[in-house]
């Protein structure tokens, strides 16, 4: 293997290790977001406060605004996510329980 080659093997390498640890970091936030939803005092205020966030998020991050539809997708994945856990938890306060 040539010394181009192996430095970008070695850059990959490092890309893969870094990726990994943010994946780590991001899933440990996401854990701790979704306790901290959990143990809102006023899961209906929250959920209100959401509602009013999620347009001006589409407004910054809308379809298409990075240039990378997988970054796009994931950030859409996750905020219907977070929108779910946030609306579950206003309606579990609430006593409007799915059927």
């Keep these: ?6 430095e970008i ?3 990959l390498e490092a890309c893969e290790l ?3 640890a943010a994946r780590g970091y991001i899933k440990a936030l996401e854990y701790g977001l979704h306790a901290v939803v959990a ?3 006023a899961p209906a205020a929250l959920a209100e406060l959401w509602s ?3 347009p001006e ?9 990075t240039g990378a539809p997988l970054f796009d997708a994931a950030f859409q994945q996750a905020l219907a996510g ?3 856990h946030i609306d579950g938890a206003a309606r579990r306060n ?3 329980h799915p059927a």
Excluded: N, T
């Design 82 to 84: 977070l929108s779910d």
């Design 1 to 6: 293997m040539d010394q181009s080659a192996s």
């Design 18 to 20: 870094e990726l990994h």
């Design 52 to 54: 009013h966030v999620l």
């Design 57 to 65: 998020l589409a407004d910054v991050h809308g379809a298409g605004a």
């Design 39 to 41: 143990a809102h005092p």
């Design 9 to 11: 093997l070695q850059r």
């Design 94 to 96: 609430s006593g409007d």
